[in-house]
């Protein structure tokens, strides 16, 4: 381990004053990075995350390289699914595909359940390595939440509008509430084991449940989300919270048993708050801006740390994940400006 541990955004997380904003960047491991696509030439997904060493390497990337406040393990959302029956793959161009695609009840009672030590012990060397040996920031693991987790097993893969997830939720509420107590079994334990291996604070990817109106969300997804961050908390790390699209899911965000809000960018900071989140809150940068001009970058990044400058606290991040086509360079840059920028107003 290098120097001395830097846990800034740990103090962010939980609600405590910081001396500068920290920051980190959703799928900031990989994607543009020329070391990573160089490995992406040889290596799949799935066959990078096999390899302790080589995931290590891979998660590590951007704190040597930008200067960010954590890690965040690479891995993808569908990364725990084969251990409880999901046949998923990961196909160039596409994104997750399920060959076996969840349809009815009786595909619902066949799903397994997880064994992290022994199904995906991998995924806790490699955080057994970069905790103990290699890091010196903290280590955010994660996991996808059910409703997320459920589109793509129900779909088939990627979507536009839902309609089969959507369906079986309305038409089959038995069907989908086993569904979303089953998926909830699997968070909590692939959580506590990373937990265990050493991960630092954990966000739960709710990507896609801004598809869902308020009251959908009331009724078929808020009480799975809080019993998973109610069993979470007891892990005592900070577990943060992120949805896409889902400023209309802020005030039922408001009273979930999490510690932090993650907001995408169509929900500025100020209007989290009058919607009565009093969490620390992260986010929101849209990672488009990241390929305009610098001056435009800038501008916006400003605008951002000094209306999260209040207490509670702000952890600064894309509104959604970096995109292949965004430079590293800009990223570095982008890290300098938020630690200089919040450092010294
Ligand atoms: O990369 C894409 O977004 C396209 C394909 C896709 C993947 N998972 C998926 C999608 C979206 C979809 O199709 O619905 C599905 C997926 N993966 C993930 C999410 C959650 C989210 O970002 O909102 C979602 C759903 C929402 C979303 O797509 O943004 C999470 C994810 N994937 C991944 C990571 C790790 C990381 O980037 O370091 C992480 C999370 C941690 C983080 O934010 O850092 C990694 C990942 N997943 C994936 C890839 C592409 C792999 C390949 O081409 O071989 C890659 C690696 C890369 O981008 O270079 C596959």
Not at 117 to 125: A, G, I, R
Request: charged letters at 20%; proline letters at 7%; one cysteine or more.
């Amino acid at each position: 381990m290098t120097n001395t541990f830097n846990d800034t955004i740990l103090k962010a997380f939980r609600g405590e004053k910081t001396a500068y904003t920290p920051v980190w960047y959703m799928r900031q491991a990989g994607r543009s990075q020329p070391e990573y696509r160089k490995l992406k030439e040889k290596y799949s997904l799935f066959e990078i995350t096999h390899q302790p060493e080589l995931c290590a390497y891979v998660t590590r990337l951007p704190v040597e390289n930008y200067g960010v406040d954590a890690a965040i393990l690479y891995k993808d959302i569908m990364s725990p699914l084969p251990a409880i029956g999901v046949d998923v793959e990961i196909q160039k161009g596409i994104g997750p595909v399920i060959h076996n695609p969840i349809r009815n009840r009786s595909d619902v009672e066949k799903l397994g359940t997880i064994d992290p030590e022994s199904d995906v012990p991998y995924v806790l060397e490699t955080i057994r390595l970069l905790t103990k040996e290699q890091l010196n920031v903290p280590l955010i693991g994660f996991s996808g939440a059910p409703f997320t987790l459920a589109s793509y097993m129900i779909e088939g893969g990627p979507s536009k509008n839902y309609h089969k997830t959507k369906s079986m939720m309305y038409s089959s509420p038995d069907a989908w509430f086993l569904l979303m107590e089953k998926l909830a079994d699997m968070v909590i334990s692939y959580v506590n084991a990373q937990v265990a291996a050493g991960a630092q604070a954990i966000q739960i990817f709710d990507s896609w449940v801004g598809n869902l109106n308020a009251e959908d969300y009331r009724v078929f997804i808020k009480p799975v989300m809080t019993r998973i961050f109610s069993e979470l908390k007891e892990l005592n790390v900070p577990l943060i919270q992120f949805g896409v699209g889902a400023r209309h899911l802020t005030a039922e965000w408001a009273d979930l048993p999490c510690d932090v809000i993650g907001l995408d960018w169509r929900l500025s900071i100020p209007e989290a708050r009058e919607l009565g989140i009093t969490k620390p809150l992260q986010g929101n940068l849209d990672p488009a801006l990241l390929l305009s001009d610098w001056n435009v970058i800038e501008e916006r990044t400003k605008r951002i740390i000094d209306e999260g400058r209040n207490h509670p606290p702000h952890i600064f991040n894309l509104g959604h994940g970096v995109t292949p086509d965004i430079s590293p360079d800009t990223l570095k840059r982008l890290t300098n400006l938020i630690h200089n920028y919040s450092k010294s107003n």
